[in-house]
């Protein structure tokens, strides 16, 4: 299957500084990628949707001013959490989808906010 | 809003038996379906894809979809310990991939 990857694996900050997390499809092109969040023992929440060349669409309550999301080309999203607070804590992951409707999850970014 | 649905478990079985999971969705026009695993603190991985009525078999996995009753599933034949995990369902539809909140399977040895 398709390889995804994300950077950093880890990241620890303290509360109010910025944080940018990458995704990367390695192996193919993606016009779309997804950002999702999960905190221990609870679901996958997607957050928003990451177009190349145009703006990210958000989910209901996640805000836009606060995850910011930039599309660079077709292989690079990103995800920036701006100044982080501790209930940002969580595991962030990006997928990216397949030929065959699937997605493909990165391994996931693991931020904690001190 | 279009909802996948998932018994969240624990789902308990004896190493070597078949662990059955179960999944419902809401939009009628889903049109693909999979099976994602995930292990404690690591992303999900896909295990199977479904796309048409009846049975899927991969292994010692069988996926089985019926749209009419808008119901999947998952059989795990000759479970091991090592399939202990969350089974994510989800349910595709026009650029929109739906997850369920996923069961938790555990395989005692």
């Known amino acids: 299957g398709a390889v995804v990857s994300q950077h950093p694996s880890r990241v620890i900050c303290k509360s109010g500084t910025s944080v940018k997390i990458e995704c990367r499809s390695l192996?193919?092109?993606?016009?779309?990628m997804f950002w999702y969040r999960q905190f221990p023992k609870q679901s996958l929440m997607l957050m928003a949707t990451?177009?190349?060349?145009?703006?990210?669409?958000?989910e209901q309550g996640v805000e836009k001013d606060k995850f910011l999301i930039n599309h660079a080309s077709l292989t690079l999203s990103t995800l920036t959490v701006t100044s982080a607070h501790p209930e940002d804590s969580s595991f962030y992951i990006c997928?990216?989808?397949?030929?065959?409707?699937?997605?493909?999850f990165g391994p996931g970014t693991r931020l904690t906010v001190l | 809003q279009k909802e996948v649905e998932q018994n969240s478990g624990p789902l308990s079985v004896p190493e070597g038996a078949i662990a059955s999971l179960n999944c419902t969705y809401s939009d009628r026009g889903s049109q693909s379906f999979f099976w994602y695993r995930q292990y404690s603190g690591k992303s999900p991985e896909l295990i199977m894809s479904i796309y048409s009525n009846g049975d899927k078999e991969d292994g010692r996995f069988t996926a089985q979809l019926n749209k009419a009753s808008q119901y999947v599933s998952l059989l795990i034949r000759d479970s091991q310990p090592s399939d202990s995990a969350t089974y994510l369902c989800a349910a595709f539809n026009n650029n929109d991939m739906r997850f369920g909140a996923g069961t938790r399977l555990t395989v005692k040895p």
């Open positions: 997928s990216a989808p397949g030929g065959a409707h699937e997605q493909f």
């Open positions: 990451s177009n190349e060349g145009s703006k990210a669409t958000y």
């Open positions: 192996d193919f092109q993606a016009t779309t």
